[in-house]
């Protein structure tokens, strides 16, 4: 089992700045892709950005030039940077880690973490 928590989110006025963290923990695993995400109340959830393990990223429209996400393989944590926020950017947001797991057997699958709010005020 691999847990991811996240930790970072708040309260802040628009135009200002977040950095969200996300850790992952558990025993014989490796990661591959990773990512943020985030649900705003009756949304459906949104891919926001996503890093792969050698560090290429891949951000969604709406964030893009914003936002930034960046990894620390060795402490398998990885990090988004948000500036100039805007109202509209509040939500839950999570982090997943796509895992390969190698005790008590071999296995792969998404893991998501519990969310950390965010809300920007006008």
């Known amino acids: 089992q691999v847990t991811l928590v996240e930790s970072g989110g708040g309260l802040v006025q628009a135009g200002g700045s977040l950095r969200l963290s996300c850790a992952a923990s558990g025993r014989d695993f490796n990661i591959n892709d990773m990512g943020w995400y985030r649900q705003a109340p009756g949304k459906p959830r949104e891919s926001l950005a996503t890093?792969?393990?050698?560090?290429?990223?891949n951000y969604a429209d709406s964030v893009k030039g914003r936002f930034s996400i960046s990894r620390d393989n060795p402490e398998n944590t990885i990090y988004l940077q948000m500036n100039r926020l805007k109202p509209e950017d509040t939500a839950v947001y999570y982090c997943a880690a796509d895992v390969v797991v190698r005790w008590p057997s071999l296995s792969s699958y998404r893991s998501w973490g519990q969310g950390t709010q965010v809300t920007v005020s006008s």
């Open positions: 890093i792969t393990s050698g560090g290429n990223t």
